[in-house]
């Protein structure tokens, strides 16, 4: 995506120039249609108000954002303090999402390194080792972990099996299950950016560093990683944004207690019960948020290539 | 207009601009039919600019083009009867040998039998028939030069246009395909127009040159007259080697020009338009039309003393130095050594040229 | 070899970590891959090797559900991942060979559109955008989802891979004769065939395996695979679905194999 992103603009050639009007003319169409006026929609209809069957009414109303943000006491006709009920499963998202990030990173950075500097020939090997896991189906990965770390699965068997423990250590349903759910999900989009930084990473800064009396520890902080900061930036947003609006991993490792936005959102329209509205409104402002963290790290990436 | 129908092309006022850059400042040339024309100059001095503007690749932002009297330069680069060997060659990697040489016939409307069999004649041409079913991958560079040749040639255009084609290949391919270039040009009858920053390759092959610079045609000439008669610093440097001297002249006599050197020398030459008395001008003399002898031979003798000499092969390179004057650099063939001269660093000796072999330049 | 020798760019650890990682991402899909094949109707005791749940898929008692999700899922796949990568293949000739234009940048935000807004959002906006202009729910919705979600995945390979492509092979081709047209389709198309497959099998997947946006737009009683996985382990992990995931399982590993040496064959060379 990041790597997308760069060459996306870069120079191109004009030889139907003439004709890309009519080219771009089918994903204008496609895109425009099923995928920027649904986006447009949804901001419409979190100003609705909401059918009790599912759907809307089309007045204008402000409910919906009135709910997320204001308690309004049992009978809803006190004056707005401060609701935290959703703010608190945004914050636990954010949370999630957050240890999620760091725990790709513990593991993603060392892999990225240790790959990227195989011999030459390796690399595309150990590249597509790692790429594997994330062609296959997220729900069946995400079903596979429920499966490997359940209290009568197979990890617990062998670690009661191999007298590590008396009795099945609890995992599924625990925020850490769905860190590790979230890990497993994302962290080729970890590794496969800092991999791309590290490769093009001049070592020969290394040798001048270590020439000059610097540790392997100190040449790695103070010369690698501030020239492979875009890439780890890269890494931690590629992981972090799909994390926090995830629904699989939260709704089949975390359980009813650690309820994260996917599922408040998906509740919204589930059958009968939801209020399409408060759906609406609770996906606009996670997209507002993410757009706000992608806006900032574009700007940071343009402003570390001009400095390049 | 009877003589533009006898050049094969004719550029009038050309000018190419991107944005603000201007890559080609008002070029008019003509090229005239069965020539092997160069265009040559340093990288981004315009010329290969230009030869794209005649392929049909470039935009004319302002003037005209013209191929035999046709004008062209609206035409798109397939309704264009010239046809271009690319630098990188460009030869089609997913087909073969024999295919990539049949295509231009192929668009041309042959059909493909006819196509593959003038692509078989053709490839006969360049000794490589035994390579037809190959792609372009498994031959050598040479090979893929000599295909891209058949390639460009097997149409029958009106004009070649050939962009730096032999910069690919290392010394002794290049020298050798210098010359199998020219018969083929001499065999075919087709005008040839050559783009290359060598100028050791612009001499030996072309019947004119145009060098250009900065987007200005310097000079247009035949490679006897570039060489010998630079017309300018930037032709006479561009162009061989040669000892750049800082002149003023002092007076013009019958077509000489008395010229001098500083530190009390001076040197006779022929004059030239533009360069009048009291002018500071700069002087060129080519190192292998001095030679040096330990008394004054020539009218043209001057006085110095050897500072270094450096051996490289084929020739012995001397620095002279001129009292109170310039250094010069005279270069002897080895061959030469029975009849030329050698000194030690430091002994004294002269410096001598024929008359007429310095030149003055007019800026 | 007495001395250790001094490797300035390895780090001790970093080898180890790796191959936990590995293990991480591999630990679970084995497991799956070896319980599919177990005898036992429980899923909690091994009781020896057999093909019994891979038959159960296909004649069980749930075989006609997951063979109508199955057929559903192909077909979906197969369609979304063809229109989506002709759309990507004009697009990417606009972007990588139209010159520098104004709306070149917004094009290219339109573009990743997909791969910016997180997934269950466009899944909501999807709906609503269905549910607004009165359009039923179904496998037509699903389609219209998946062609759009899936024009950036066939994009990125196939842009890549045309910046790759030096413009001197369509001007050669112009030089002889061919019309811009011939020079696309003769000369240019074949040389991104490498970045087209790798497109088209990126957006096949990506199809094959969505769930989220599927989940809302399906309307009831529609099904593809993931949403029949999902609703059948949501009563818990059965034998067969571990059979079921195995063979996706497989042909996702089918698919980024060819992808692996599609990628690797270099037609330009």
Known sequence: MAAGAASGGSATTDTYKESRFWLLLPAWVVLGIFVLAPVMMMLIYSFLTKEFRGGVIWELSFAAYDQFFCDRGLFGDEPCTIEWTYIQIFWRSIWQAGAATLLSLAIGFPTAYFIATRPESQRPLWVFLITIPYWVNLLIRTVSMKFLLRDQGPLNDALIGIGLLDSPLHIVNTNFAVQLGLFYSYLPFMVLPIYAAVERYNFALSEAAADLYATKWTTLRRILLPAVKPGVIAGCILVFVPSMGSFLAPDLLGGAKNFMIGSLIEEQFKGNAGNWPFGAAASMILLTMVLIILLIFARQQAKAEKEA | MSNTTSNAIEVRDAVKRYGDFTALKRISLSIKDNEFFTLLGPSGCGKTTLLRMIAGFEDVTEGAIFLYGDEIENLPPHQRPVNTVFQNYALFPHMTILDNVAFGLEMRGKSKDQARSRAGEMLELVQLSQFAARKPSQLSGGQQQRVALARALAPQPKVLLLDEPLSALDLKLRKAMQLELKHLQRETGITFIFVTHDQEEALTMSDRIAVMSAGEMQQLGGPKDIYEKPRNMFVADFIGETNLLEVSVDGINNGRAVCHLGGGHELTCDAVDGVGVGSHVHMSVRPERLYMSDKPVETESLKGRIKENIFVGTDITTIVDLEDGPEFVVRTSNSDRGNKRIFEPGAEMYVNMELGAARLLVD | ?269
């Open chain 3, 1 to 269: 070899m007495a001395t250790a020798k001094y490797d300035i760019k390895s780090y001790s650890g970093f080898r180890a970590i790796t191959l936990l990682c590995l293990v991480v991402l591999y630990a679970p899909l084995v497991i799956v891959t070896i319980y599919s094949f177990n005898s036992s109707a429980s899923i909690t005791t091994w009781e020896g090797i057999s093909l019994k749940w891979y038959a159960d898929v296909f004649t069980g008692p749930e075989s006609e559900k997951f063979k109508l999700a199955a057929r559903n899922s192909f077909v979906i796949a197969i369609t979304a991942a063809t229109v989506s990568t002709s759309i990507a293949v004009f697009a990417a000739t606009a972007m990588v060979r139209g010159g520098k234009f104004k709306l070149r940048t917004v094009s290219f935000g339109l573009i990743s559109l997909p791969l910016m807004v997180p997934e269950i959002v466009t899944a909501v906006a999807t709906l609503i955008f269905f549910n607004s202009i009165g359009f039923d729910r179904g496998i037509m919705t699903i389609l219209i989802a998946h062609i759009a979600f899936c024009i950036p995945f066939a994009y990125l390979p196939i842009s890549a891979r045309m910046q790759g492509i030096e413009d001197s092979y369509e001007q050669a081709a112009m030089d002889l004769y061919a019309t811009k047209r011939q020079a696309f389709t003769k000369i240019l198309l074949p040389l991104m065939m490498p970045g087209i497959i790798s497109g088209f099998l990126l957006a096949f997947i990506v199809s094959l395996d969505d769930f989220i946006i599927t989940n809302f737009v399906k309307g009831a009683g529609v099904e593809t695979l993931p949403t029949a996985i999902f609703g059948a382990v949501k009563q818990g992990i059965k034998p067969n679905i571990m059979a079921i995931s195995t063979m996706l399982l497989g042909i996702s590993v089918i698919m980024v194999t060819i992808s692996y040496f599609v990628s690797k064959t270099d037609n330009t060379k």
